[in-house]
């Protein structure tokens, strides 16, 4: 038990430490899919390992993500979402453009994490055929992990408090 408790205080003591003087962090904006086909937008490319990420990432109705909900089910949204927060999201995996860049987003619990959202919302400059401009939003302040595969690069952002992010005091 000990072994268990040391980590999680030092990990702790380290949180409170960076909320005094806050990590250089990697403010990272993109719209997917990005207009170049089966490229990354250059913002995602600028992700490092244990990177702290915060996260304004647009995704129009043809780079939607698929999810692992709360309840352990897998669902994807085909075409129109509703307006708003979405609930439940465990993790998702986000189409990036390409093959050797893969991005799997973990929001966190709301209560914990309030910076962090992932919502449907209406962005007019993405319309396109019988889409009336409606985009999923994934925001807030995370962590980068990255685990090497054999040709490829993923990452997993882990939910930070927005405090590590300079969003609070």
Do not use: W
Not at 41 to 54: G, Q
Not at 88 to 117: E, Y
């Amino acid at each position: 038990m000990r072994l268990i408790a040391l980590p999680l205080f030092l990990f702790a003591f380290a949180c409170a430490a960076t909320a005094q003087t806050p990590p250089d962090v990697l403010t990272v904006r993109a719209i997917l899919p990005d207009p170049q086909e089966f490229e990354v937008p250059p913002a995602l490319e600028k992700i490092e390992d244990h990177s702290v990420v915060l996260l304004d990432l647009t995704m129009s109705v043809d780079a939607y993500p698929s999810f692992e909900n709360a309840d352990g089910t897998y669902t994807m949204i085909d075409g129109d979402c509703e307006f708003g927060p979405m609930d439940g999201i465990r993790m998702m995996s986000v189409p990036t453009g390409s093959n050797h860049l893969l991005l799997n987003i973990r929001p966190g619990d709301p209560a914990q994490f309030a910076a962090n959202s992932v919502s449907c919302e209406y962005m007019p400059s993405l319309q396109s055929g019988e889409n009336i401009g409606q985009v999923m939003t994934v925001r807030g302040c995370y962590l980068a992990n990255e685990h090497s595969i054999p040709t490829a690069a993923l990452y997993v952002l882990n939910p930070l408090p927005a405090s590590a992010c300079g969003l609070t005091q």
